[in-house]
Each structure stands twice: as C-alpha cells, then as structure tokens.
C-alpha cells in the first residue's frame, strides 16, 4: 500500500526479528515513553493470533499499529491496542495507511468490528477515527488506564473513548471511497447548539459554556485544537478541558447520544465533535 508523497511509504507486516525490536524504538519516539511494550510481547501476540503492522517511509521505520482478538461475552472482534507514527512523519497519511492495511487483514481473519480506545481531547487522533475512517463512540471511559507515565499522557487522568470501526459497514464504505476528505465546520447545520463552547485564553481557548439539558436530534462538543500545548503551557488549564468534557460525554452518551463525527474551523484552529441521537447514522 502507497501514498502519493515526496516519500514512499510501504506497510507490511514485519518481516524479521530486527523489525520487532525496531517497534520499542518507535514507541520512545512517538510517546516518550521509558517503558515500551517490549519485542518479545510483540513477536507473541503477533504469532498468536495479533496482527503487527509496520510503515516504512523510504525503508525506515516511521510508525506501526498493533492488535489481537477480543471478545465481549459470545461476540468477538478485534482489538487495536496501539497505532502511532512518529513526529517528523506525522501529517502525511501514514496513520490512515494503517488503519486501511488493518482493516484488510481484520476482514481476511473474519472480523467486522474493529475497537480501541483513544483519548478523546487528542484532536488529530479524533479526525482520524471518526472524521477518515467513519469510526463511531459509544462509550466514555474515566481513567481507563489509570497513570500513564510517558511524555504525550502524564499528569492528567486518561479518560478514553470506545471507538467502534464497523468495516463494511456503508458509512465507513462511504468515507474509504471518498478517500477521507475531513469535514469542516462550515458543512455543518449552524442550527445545530453547543454543548460546550470555549473562549480565548491568551494564546488558547478556554472550556467556557457547558450545556446539559440540550434535547436536539444533534450537538457540537468543542474540543482543544491542540492539547498538548495547552499541557505544556499550563496544566490547570488542560484539566480543566478534561473535566469539562468528561462531564458533557458522560451526561449525553448515557442519554443514548453517540459521537459520529469530528469537524473543524481552520482558519480559527478549532475543533468539534457531532453527537447524535440517531441509531441510524449510516448516512452521515
């Protein structure tokens, strides 16, 4: 698989043992993490049923994802428990690479549902998921991993979404063949309110206006353009975004909303989710 680039990017699965161990490097990298999913995990789950995938941009190594079989009672799926590219490669469609070359095993083994979880504030993450891929997200999960000790999640708790991958489904049909044009803001019904809105704080916006008690068939949830620099500028801040959301997706998705889509507002770098009462939302 290829992307139209100044780089060639190839993804595979590994192809020798070096090529497993190159994966605790790209972990370091991408997350600053010290304690990376070791090799030898990697080369078991990958043996026994997992899949690892590797992207290699002009033969080195830029990003990979990582994933087994899960199972919620009777029904089974499969579990991608890592993704990640690398900085310096980041913003080129390898991540969407990925995903699709997942995707391809996944329905070769039998499966129709892919999940993972991902933070919910993390807003390339989202517009990959639900914008590209056609992804939706019915639950919310509080601390789901408790403390994460690496560069991207610590200090803050690691709330995360359920995302469900329908893959054959006709949305995410849909946005494969439309080759994951993202949405924008200004696509979206302005009648459509806000649960949350923010306002500008210096150099970043602020979680301002929450809604509860809204009742339309859709809602917009303001997230931060970039909250990795709002951590790094001012960590109260970033909390403060984290119990702002948490509070709004805990109160509409246990109202039976789903999140379905992610648009943005570039020329003011800002960013938002769609929730939906729908149980139909295959033509959005």
Known sequence: MRVESKMVVEVRQPASLPEFYQCEELQRRIWGTENPVPAHILIAGHRNGGLLLMAFEDGRPVGFCFGFTGR?????????????VVPEAQNRGVGYLLKLKQREHVLNAGFNLIKWTYDPLQSRNAALYLGKLGAICKKYAVNYYGEIRDALNAEYESD???AEWWLNSPRVLRRIKNGGKHLELSDVDSRVPHALESRVDGCVRRAAKVRLDLESERLLVEIPWDIGFIKQLNLKLAID???KTRAVFHEYLSRGYMVIDFAVQEDEKR??????KETDTSST
């Open 241 to 243: 975004w984290r119990n």
């Open 271 to 276: 960013s938002f989710y769609i929730l939906s």
């Open 160 to 162: 995360r979404f359920i």
């Open 72 to 84: 919620d009672g009777d029904a089974a799926y499969f579990y991608n428990h890592m993704l990640g």
